[in-house]
């Protein structure tokens, strides 16, 4: 499938929640997120983790590292969108994800294992699309035992 790029980041010692990941689609090309993960790489200890990807109210300015896609077919140009990963710094502003509250543009947001990891592989139906304009970040909202996490977001740009 032409346009289709994988983003992959590796983080050390993550114990605290926060942005594992965003996307910000480049101007008239939504992106269509197919599927994502979040593992575990070193951590023999099982504990309850919850991820999930929100759309940012206000992205702000945050300290993350660039990270390039790679595309699926070597024809393909490089990805248009911006991609960013392990935001160390000046978070994103999310809406409410708090218990007994609504639950504000959240997709695929579920606790899973750590030793298993957080799995998002939607079904076509499931799949949403971030539209121009706006950034989703792939959340890690708990707090964890430290952890080296492998966080990974398939995507397709749309024209």
């Keep these: 499938m032409r346009g289709v790029y994988t983003a992959a980041y590796r983080i050390a010692g993550v114990t605290t929640g926060k942005t594992l990941m965003y996307i910000t689609p480049a101007t008239d090309k939504p992106v269509e997120i197919l599927s994502a993960s979040v593992t575990n790489e070193n951590n023999e200890s099982n504990e309850q983790v919850l991820c999930g990807f929100q759309r940012v109210t206000t992205l702000g300015t945050p300290t993350a590292t660039t990270v ?3 595309k699926h077919e070597p024809g393909d ?3 248009a969108a911006t991609v960013k990963a ?5 978070e994103p502003t999310y809406g409410s994800i708090a218990q007994g509250a609504d639950i504000i543009d959240a997709k695929g947001l579920e606790g899973s294992p750590s030793l298993s990891g957080w799995q998002f592989p939607p079904t076509p139906e499931e ?3 971030i539209k121009s304009g706006d950034t989703y970040g792939l959340r890690l909202v708990n707090t964890i035992a430290s952890a080296d996490l492998v966080i990974r977001v398939t995507f397709r740009e749309m024209s």
């Design 68 to 70: 390039t896609p790679s």
């Design 77 to 79: 140009q490089a990805a």
């Design 86 to 90: 392990n935001v160390t710094a000046s």
């Design 127 to 129: 799949r949403f699309t």
